[in-house]
């Protein structure tokens, strides 16, 4: 016990935590807080003193087959045994290699062909927007350099990434920073764009199927279809951002998949290592990476890339998340899986007097709570309360609560879960 409030008094005093006012953070009110968590199995996280919780929003949404699965733990130590880490400048791996054949077969012949590396979302989209930006400028369109984004939107935090973000309190403050964007709240606004905006376009971006940091909000049926047509009429591309949305938390592997639709770049991040490490990939079109080809002198090459691109280990973990997928028949189990899902939390919170509106996908569930002062922090309260009741979630905004499992969590889990949210509601606004 000694040891670790003396590790809790070091976070304190060391860490600077991200989204996270850390005066609340600091404050000395809870013995218990900073939560430590020690390690973790399946869909539990346990901490330092022993206390287990379900990982109720897949560790800030990137955990896959449960944490510690033996085949990615497996594919991690086999990697060690060889390297960790080698540039991919000059250089090239094998892990990296195999993962980026099997991406690519995940897509229609001819379409997404090549694969880009980098750490993270924000860095798959960063590279993704200027890979369009540089497309332009190599085939006789350098007027092309503004993207379309939509309210709500989030595409990461790095100046780029964040300036396609349409989310006040996080993108407000540096939107003198970074790209050109127009920023639009429906299809019906985007009809309407003057033809001298569009023709200075050259990307269209969206989290396909579902916004996440907006509130896990669900787009009309069809859209992703229609943004398809829009961008082939209009000479524009589809940029998905499948950071979230990828690796079945939809209940396909990727969500554009639901409206057969093929983009021009897709976004992969998050899930890509099933959760284990940070590994991003952009995939685009070999008519995108054609037009980067030339002499030296010509100088088309795209200068970017990060130190760990082509991660071997991430890659090794992103190779093993897949073979979960094939040899547990994931996507297979997950309608089943996610109906289970969706009627608990119909039965739990349908009608209950503080929801305004439950939003699903998959096993992605945002229950959006009302009748409360932003100040309360009431859908904070919530989730902290939830942990006595075996639950770690967090909400989004202060009204939508996440329920967000990893794909392995079992029908008692998903029980588990509900009803430890449910209490917890009830606990604090006393239904
Ligand atoms: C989390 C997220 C990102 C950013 O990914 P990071 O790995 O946090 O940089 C981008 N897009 C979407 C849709 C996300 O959910």
């Known amino acids: 016990m000694k040891k670790n409030q003396l590790l809790r008094e070091i976070d304190k005093r060391r860490l600077w935590h991200p989204f996270t006012q850390m005066q609340d953070w600091c404050a000395d009110d809870n013995h218990e807080d900073p939560l430590v968590i020690q390690s973790g199995k399946g869909a539990v996280l346990t901490d330092v003193n022993g206390n287990e919780y379900i990982d109720g929003n897949s560790s800030i949404w990137t955990n896959i087959h449960g944490h510690r699965h033996p085949v990615i733990d497996a594919a991690i130590r086999a990697q060690l045994l060889e390297i960790a880490h080698c540039s991919a400048l000059g250089f090239s791996n094998r892990p990296a290699i195999q993962l980026a054949e099997k991406l690519v077969s995940f897509f229609p012949k001819n379409t997404l062909s090549r694969v880009f590396y980098s750490d993270d979302g924000s860095t798959a989209v960063e590279c993704a927007c200027k890979m369009a930006i540089q497309f332009r400028q190599q085939t006789g369109q350098p007027d092309r350099t503004r993207f379309i984004s939509f309210d ?17 309190l996080f993108h407000q403050r540096f939107s003198f920073t970074g790209f050109q964007v127009t920023h639009l709240d429906s299809v019906a606004a985007l009809l309407q764009l003057d033809q001298s905006t569009i023709k200075k376009t050259t990307a269209l971006v ?13 787009w009309p049926e069809g859209m992703l279809h229609e943004l398809r047509n829009w961008c082939d009429e209009n000479d524009v591309f589809l940029m998905l951002d499948e950071v979230m949305t990828g690796f079945g938390r939809t209940g396909t592997l990727f969500a554009c998949e639901q409206e057969s639709v093929v983009p021009d770049f897709c976004c992969l991040a998050k899930g ?58 994931v996507l297979e189990k997950m309608p089943k899986k996610s109906a289970v899902f969706h009627q608990a939390i119909e039965q739990a919170f349908c009608g209950h007097p503080a929801v305004r509106e439950i939003r699903q996908i998959g096993l992605i569930a945002g229950i959006e709570i009302a009748g409360f002062n932003r100040k309360e922090q009431i859908g904070g309260k919530i989730c902290l309360r939830a942990r006595k009741y075996g639950l770690l979630t967090r909400p989004i905004g202060e009204d939508t609560l996440v329920l967000m499992p990893p794909l392995c969590v079992t029908e008692e889990e998903i029980t588990k879960s509900v009803a430890a949210l449910l209490q917890a509601l009830n606990d604090v606004v006393g239904g």
């Open 152 to 168: 709500g939107a989030y595409h990461g935090d790095t100046a780029g990434a964040a300036s396609l973000g349409g989310i006040g």
């Open 206 to 218: 969206i989290e396909p199927l579902i916004q996440g940091a907006a509130g896990m909000r669900l």
């Open 272 to 329: 890509l290592t099933g959760g284990y490490l940070p590994l991003a990939a952009t995939l685009t079109t070999e008519k995108v990476f054609e037009a980067f080809l030339g002499s030296h002198e010509e100088q088309k090459t795209f200068f970017y890339g990060h130190s760990y691109c082509a991660n071997p280990l991430g890659c090794a973990a992103a190779l093993g998340n897949l073979k979960v997928f094939e040899e547990e028949s």
